[in-house]
């Protein structure tokens, strides 16, 4: 694991912390898996969900994509604001940063930051977890289209 692989990790974790103390009756973290056009490939992912108000959350995420003879990541920062939280799904738009690390097996990394834009929705099934689809399009230097599905599970 790189030095800045690391400095992210602990970064995410403290935005997680910070965020988690202001509202633990809304908390929810979850897993992803997920098609990126730009890289070709399936990756899997983890985020988390993290209420401020009713209609409005924070939302990071990290992605790992699997792709050949190659280390490629992004992370991610998003606000979901919430259209509809009622019945079976709670329909959410989103926009926020992404950072996207490619580094080719024999070659330096390299990093860019991107505009994510996307929607999403929660499906409430009535459990302890839920899951979910989003579709996101990040626009910058690695435009990519990502369809993610997967569960969130609710911590309270």
Request: proline share 1%; glycine share 12%.
């Amino acid at each position: 694991m790189t030095q800045r692989m690391k400095k992210l990790g602990v970064a995410l974790a403290f935005i997680v912390c910070m965020i988690a103390s202001y509202d633990s009756n809304a908390q929810k973290i979850g897993v992803m898996l997920g098609y990126g056009t730009d890289v070709e490939q399936l990756g899997l992912g983890v985020n988390g969900e993290f209420n401020i108000n009713s209609k409005v959350s924070v939302a990071p995420s990290f992605v790992y994509w699997f792709v050949d003879n190659a280390s490629v990541w992004e992370f991610n920062v998003n606000a979901n604001y919430y259209f509809t939280k009622a019945g079976s799904a709670d329909f959410y738009g989103l926009a926020g940063i992404n950072l996207f690390n490619a580094k080719a097996d024999g070659f330096d990394g390299e990093s860019e930051v991107g505009l994510n834009l996307g929607a999403g929705a929660n499906f409430n099934i009535g459990k302890s977890w839920e899951p979910f689809t989003e579709v996101k399009f990040v626009l910058g230097d690695a435009d990519q289209l990502g369809l993610f599905f997967g569960a969130k599970f609710k911590l309270r």
